[in-house]
């Protein structure tokens, strides 16, 4: 039976939307909800009393704005390290034939493979060598090393995408490698450095592990292991301010998504259409 | 003096060589065709004028220049891709204009050109569309406008007709060799399609494996292949090739197969007696009367004219053309010979050159020009005709 058959598929899309929505919607809920009634049982769904105090909170009494700003230099930064690199890879990748190509490419690919535990270490010892820890920079050449290999390989294919004879003929037309790139490659590309600079940012923003292991002060903490740090503690968990913190580091992410959503899927198909 | 000139050109691709020493002399304002199977060379040969491959060795000259380190963009030359190559970020006018713009005109002067190539290509309406929205004819003319625009001394076109339809290509065909003759530039044809380098091209370059078969003019290299390879690419449906055996007594020449025995002449001094093959084609296989019987296995109707496959008692297939108003059916035996004064004798092998004087075919000085004797085939039946 058709209808009934459209109702089961209705039924079993709106629970998997509901199971996604619903920790959304609680955490939006609980941020808003004053403390006391919180553990009320039966839990209220929307709040009695709506308040904003813990916002205000967070931002006024604590480093929120520190972390927050911490959190979109280091994203910032590695996105663009990350696209920059991995433009002009995919690039060689594809265009340039010399030996070792195809290795080097896996090879790369290889260290993605790898449980960032076992580099954390090795990583955390190079970077203090190097002087650099406890800083932002050192989370941004720490998540560069995870999230270039497979930027590299979102890009190569979005790059292999890209007809050889459009850059054959800005060559023939009077550009020089670079010029063609520039004028050519770069706007036939774009749709692939937006969805790799996306994941990228997303992969910053949230990233906890090495934040944990690399940086240890204040100043320099992103939001991700500032917010734990400051609300988590082994005797008590501030659930109002963790869930007000929660939605304000999702907002940036749900804007960027929101107009960019599109380019996205588009990058993740990329793979298997065009390659 | 020579536009274009290939000298010892040969292109490797690792172990793999796609052109062997070729050497190939261009004259300023030809219309060139490099034709030949996909896989024989003629898009690397073009690429490599066009600067877009490097020569392993040997020297390409331009003009008068060696071109071997020359940029493609330094070299004077435009160049028509398969795919059309416009860039698809950029409207009409500005896909015309790049080239002007890469190279520094003035915006004003850029204008211009551009409107006065959109006018000769009827693309003033389509000007600031994008190359999606736009349909395959007209896309084509647009990479022909980006190629004019600015004068080059070189047309490279890399088979810029085959992803058009039957009709617009017969059409741009004729756009084409309009447009050669009013610029007089020297144009390089890449093609495996022999229509179009028959009907367009002062000469052809038949190229296959990597080496150069023969260039000469179009009525040439069909009249007179330099080879069998040359002999059976050109013409459509191709030439019928038998297989057989060369004998001399003499002054005299004896061509023999299985069930075809024919004396042949005036061969060239190098013949040998030994294997050997005859080439005959379609229009030359004279159907009604003759000593050898072939049964009718397809007759192929065109309209103006009726394409006949027929086989010999041997399983030799042989094809013939004859004029339309013609009632054969599969299965009837008919009386053939072929003409004399037409057929062509190959040395051995896949590329065995052709044996025949320069301008004459086998058999022409010949006193009994044709003597085929079936000896093993079955009594003919009579044609019905």
């Not at chain 2, 008692?313 to 013609?326: E, F, I, K, Y």
């Amino acid at each position: 039976m058709p209808t009934i058959r459209k109702i089961a598929l209705n039924v079993f899309a709106w629970t998997i939307v509901l199971a996604v929505a619903f920790p959304l919607f609680w955490m939006l809920v609980t941020s808003v909800k004053p403390s006391f009634e919180l553990f009320r049982r039966p839990p209220t769904m929307l709040p009695e009393t709506w308040t904003f105090e813990h916002y205000w909170h967070l931002i006024e009494r604590t480093n929120f704005l520190t972390y927050f700003r911490n959190s979109v230099i280091l994203s910032t930064a590695t996105t663009l390290v990350v696209v920059a690199i991995a433009t002009l890879g995919a690039y060689s990748l594809v265009r340039f034939k010399y030996n070792g190509r195809e290795s080097l490419a896996f090879l790369v690919l290889f260290t993605y493979l790898l449980p960032s535990v076992v580099l954390i270490i090795p990583l955390y010892l190079l970077l203090v060598n190097l002087g650099l820890a406890n800083t932002i920079f050192s989370l941004v050449i720490a998540y560069t090393t995870f999230a270039l290999p497979y930027a590299l390989w979102l890009l190569r294919s979005f790059m292999a995408g890209i007809p050889e004879d459009l850059e054959s003929a800005a060559l023939v037309d009077g550009a020089s490698r670079l010029g063609a790139f520039w004028d050519v490659i770069l706007p036939q590309l774009l749709p692939g450095i937006i969805s790799t600079a996306l994941f990228t940012f997303i992969l910053s923003w949230n990233e906890y592990l090495y934040a944990l292991v690399l940086v240890n002060s204040d100043s320099a903490r992103p939001l991700t292991t500032g917010v734990m740090n400051m609300l988590v503690s082994a005797f008590n968990i501030e659930w109002s301010l963790l869930m007000a913190a929660s939605v304000m580091m999702s907002v940036p992410l749900i804007i960027v998504f929101a107009f960019l959503q599109s380019y996205l899927t588009r990058g993740f198909g990329a793979g298997g259409v065009k390659g | 003096m020579a536009a274009v000139v290939f000298s010892n050109v040969r292109k490797e691709f690792g172990s793999f060589t796609a052109v062997h020493g070729l050497d190939l002399s261009i004259a300023e304002g030809e219309f060139v065709s490099l034709l030949g199977p996909s896989g024989c060379g003629k898009t690397t040969t073009l690429r490599m004028l066009a600067g877009l491959e490097f020569p392993t060795s040997g020297e390409i000259e331009i003009g008068n220049r060696v071109v071997n380190d020359v940029a493609p963009g330094k070299r004077d030359i435009a160049m028509v891709f398969q795919s059309y190559a416009l860039y698809p970020h950029m409207s009409v006018a500005q896909n015309i204009a790049y080239p002007l713009r890469k190279r520094g005109t003035p915006l004003a002067e850029r204008q211009k050109s551009v409107a006065a190539t959109a006018e000769l290509l009827q693309l003033t309406e389509l000007l600031n569309r994008k190359p999606r929205q736009l349909s395959g004819g007209q896309q084509q003319r647009v990479a022909l406008g980006r190629a004019l625009v600015r004068d080059p001394k070189v047309f490279l076109l890399d088979e810029p007709l085959s992803n058009l339809d039957a009709k617009l290509r017969g059409y741009m065909r004729v756009e084409l060799v309009e447009l050669h003759r009013r610029l007089g530039r020297t144009m390089v044809y890449v093609t495996h399609d022999q229509l179009e380098a028959m009907t367009m091209s002062d000469r052809i370059a038949v190229m296959e494996g990597g080496e150069l078969q023969q260039f000469a003019p179009p009525t040439e290299v069909y009249e007179e292949p330099a080879n069998r390879f040359v002999a059976s690419f050109i013409g459509t449906p191709g030439m019928t090739l038998i297989d057989g055996d060369l004998s001399r007594d003499g002054d005299h020449w004896l061509f023999q197969a299985d069930g075809i025995s024919m004396a042949v002449a005036t061969l060239k001094d190098n013949a040998s007696p030994g294997p050997a093959c005859l080439g005959v084609r379609p229009e030359h296989v004279l159907i009604g009367e003759g000593p050898v019987n072939g049964v009718i296995q397809v007759v192929e109707k065109t309209g103006h004219e009726n394409i006949v496959v027929l086989e010999l008692s041997s399983g030799q297939r042989l094809t013939g053309r004859v004029p339309a108003p013609q009632s054969w059916r599969p299965g009837e035996t008919v009386q053939l010979s072929f003409d004399a004064d037409h057929t062509h004798v190959f040395g051995p092998g896949p590329r065995g050159i052709r044996l025949n004087r320069d301008g004459v075919s086998a058999g022409k000085a010949s006193a009994p020009p044709l003597d085929i004797a079936n000896a093993n085939t079955p009594t003919p039946r009579k044609a019905q005709s």
